[in-house]
């Protein structure tokens, strides 16, 4: 039971983060180089022939956020997921059975949130917009108080996805998303959907 626990809790508080590692950020060496070594934007324009970075502020902000909400996620979850391999039972003497999902699922808003912090955040840094600035500060003080609010988990996990889910459409609208790059993402699926035979390099 713990190791069933232990990597269910796992895969729900990693599995989307290195979801999008792998689908956004392995493929580009850059990418990799960013979410490993930090913000390395000087070192890149200087190894670059036009003496510009070659990624850009948008993709550098996704990708330190990923990474700054991965490490986050694991400093806050990794005794957690230590714990649930035993010895022990949760919730024997009356507490809460759902810490660990609790816990996971929390840890997931929380890698989410760093991502779309960091994106806010950086457009914020490069326009000057201080009010922004101090939003997203405040932002991330309301979604560490929240968790105060523990072991009432509805009291802290619904406010804290609701504030998830309006970060991450500030954080697209940001990055420069609209309603009709989303429709042209979806009919771009439906095509390829269609036409099987069609290579994308």
């Known amino acids: 039971m713990g190791a069933a626990v232990f990597f269910g809790c796992t895969f729900i508080a990693f599995g989307p983060a290195f979801s999008l590692?792998?689908?956004?950020?392995?493929?580009?060496?850059?990418?990799?180089?960013?979410?490993?070594?930090?913000?390395?934007?000087?070192?890149l324009a200087a190894i670059s022939?036009?003496?510009?970075?070659?990624?850009?502020?948008?993709?550098?902000?996704?990708?330190?956020?990923?990474?700054?909400?991965?490490?986050?996620?694991?400093?806050?979850?990794?005794?957690?997921?230590?714990?649930?391999?035993?010895?022990g039972t949760v919730g024997i003497y009356g507490d809460s059975p759902y810490y660990f999902i609790t816990s996971a699922f929390l840890t997931m808003a929380i890698v989410f949130l760093h991502t779309f912090w960091g994106m806010v955040f950086f457009s914020a840094c490069e326009k000057r917009q201080f009010l922004i600035l101090g939003v997203v500060v405040v932002s991330h003080l309301l979604a560490s108080g929240l968790t105060?609010?523990?072991?009432?988990?509805?009291?802290?996990?619904?406010?804290?996805?609701?504030l998830t889910v309006a970060m991450g459409i500030w954080a697209f609208i940001t990055a420069g998303g609209s309603l009709r790059n989303l429709q042209?993402?979806?009919?771009?699926?439906?095509?390829?959907?269609?036409?099987?035979?069609?290579?994308?390099i």
């Not at 590692?21 to 180089?33: C, S």
């Not at 990923?66 to 979850?77: E, R």
């Open 148 to 162: 105060f609010l523990n072991p009432w988990y509805k009291s802290s996990l619904i406010p804290i996805y609701m």
């Open 184 to 200: 042209r993402c979806i009919s771009c699926k439906s095509f390829f959907g269609r036409n099987k035979s069609y290579n994308v």
């Open 21 to 43: 590692f792998f689908f956004t950020v392995a493929g580009d060496p850059l990418r990799v180089i960013i979410l490993v070594a930090g913000k390395a934007d000087e070192g």
């Open 49 to 87: 022939e036009d003496g510009k970075s070659p990624i850009s502020i948008q993709q550098m902000a996704y990708v330190s956020g990923l990474a700054f909400g991965i490490i986050s996620g694991a400093y806050s979850v990794i005794n957690i997921l230590a714990d649930s391999l035993g010895p």
